[in-house]
């Protein structure tokens, strides 16, 4: 199977929307995968041994001893990754400080949420920019009402995401579509948990 960047997308908002997390959650976990892979499942980092959407480490991370097949599933990711970053993002903020301190929960829960280094400036801004453009050429991902923070003015950067060039582009045909999202057979009859030996869904839920 080939992994588009709508799988990314699809993958995150997703598990999100099962766990019960917040929409300012969502945004935070999509600007991050976007940050650390520009939602490209095949992304690869830190001298080849970084692999996916969140960019799972090999060499001692949450890649290690995982087959990079399986890291460059963006369903297998998010359902590792989002529980993580959600600890680290109610710990710097949670909800009211995304929108209100915006800088320190983006900066800190995204270095202690993915174990890494300081996320820069630039890619602070182009990977809340990209959530925003998202937003808006998709709009029913998010409540009409939900906000989105505002940074201050910083210089943006070109990042480069190791994208091939064949990197797909277009929405998997397999894929939920948006409106199915809050339906969970849905999900649960498109993506097996036996695929990987692991229950589908963490037990942990959003407060």
Known sequence: MTWTKQDAIEAIVG?????GYSDQFIQFALAVSYGESGWNAYAVGDNGQSFG???FYRGGGRGTGIPIETLQDPYYQAKVNLPYLYAA???YGGDSGWIANPMETFRSAWKY??????PSDGQLSSALAAVKQLASDQPDIFDPDTKFPDLPSMSTETVNYDEPADMPSSPSPQAPVWNN???PQMWESWFQP????????PQQQAP
Do not use: A, E
């Not at 598990?15 to 766990?19: P, Q, S």
């Not at 949420?113 to 300081?118: A, E, M």
């Not at 036996?194 to 229950?199: F, I």
């Open 194 to 201: 036996q695929t990987y030996g692991l229950n589908m869904w």
């Open 15 to 19: 598990y999100g929307r099962r766990l």
């Open 113 to 118: 949420g993915q174990g890494s280094v300081w």
């Open 181 to 183: 999202w809050f339906n």
């Open 53 to 55: 959407i969140f960019k």
């Open 89 to 91: 993002y109610v710990k």
